[in-house]
Nanobody
Framework: QVQLVESGGGLVQAGGSLRLSCAAS????????MGWFRQAPGKEREFVGS????????LYASSVKSRFTISRDNAKNIVYLQMNSLKPEDTAVYYC???????????WGQGTQVTVFA
C-alpha cells in the first residue's frame, strides 16, 4: 500500500506561482511512476504530468508544458509540482497518484485545491 498526501494548494493571482508537494509513505516508490492530475468543477479529471521515480524522466500535458515542473526528492519520498505563470484556467483540485503498471494509477491522494484569480 502507498499513502499519498498532497499539500501546498491555495489562492494565487494570475501570473503567480505555487509549489505542490505529495508526500508518499507505506513502501518504496522505486519502479513507480508518479503522476499529477487535476479536476476543475464540471470537468473530467485530466493528466498534468508524471515522473519516473527511478529515472526522473518527466512527461507533461501540452497545456502546462514550460510552465509546470515535476521533481522528486528520493530521500524524503516527496514529489513536487512547481507551477509558474499560473492562469485562471489552472484552477482545479490537484491530485497526485502512483502507478506501478503502465497507464494504471493504483494509489491516489485526497487532492489539494488551487485557485487562480485574474
Amino acid at each position: 500500500q502507498v499513502q499519498l498526501v498532497e499539500s501546498g494548494g491555495g489562492l494565487v493571482q494570475a501570473g503567480g506561482s505555487l509549489r505542490l508537494s505529495c508526500a508518499a509513505s507505506g513502501r518504496t516508490l522505486s519502479g513507480y511512476n508518479m503522476g499529477w492530475f487535476r479536476q476543475a468543477p464540471g470537468k473530467e479529471r485530466e493528466f498534468v504530468g508524471s515522473i519516473s521515480w527511478s529515472t526522473g524522466s518527466t512527461l507533461y500535458a501540452s497545456s502546462v508544458k514550460s510552465r509546470f515542473t515535476i521533481s522528486r526528492d528520493n530521500a524524503k519520498n516527496i514529489v513536487y509540482l512547481q507551477m509558474n505563470s499560473l492562469k485562471p484556467e489552472d484552477t482545479a483540485v490537484y491530485y497526485c497518484a502512483a502507478s506501478s503498471t503502465v497507464g494504471v494509477y493504483e494509489y491516489w491522494g485526497q487532492g489539494t485545491q488551487v485557485t487562480v484569480f485574474a
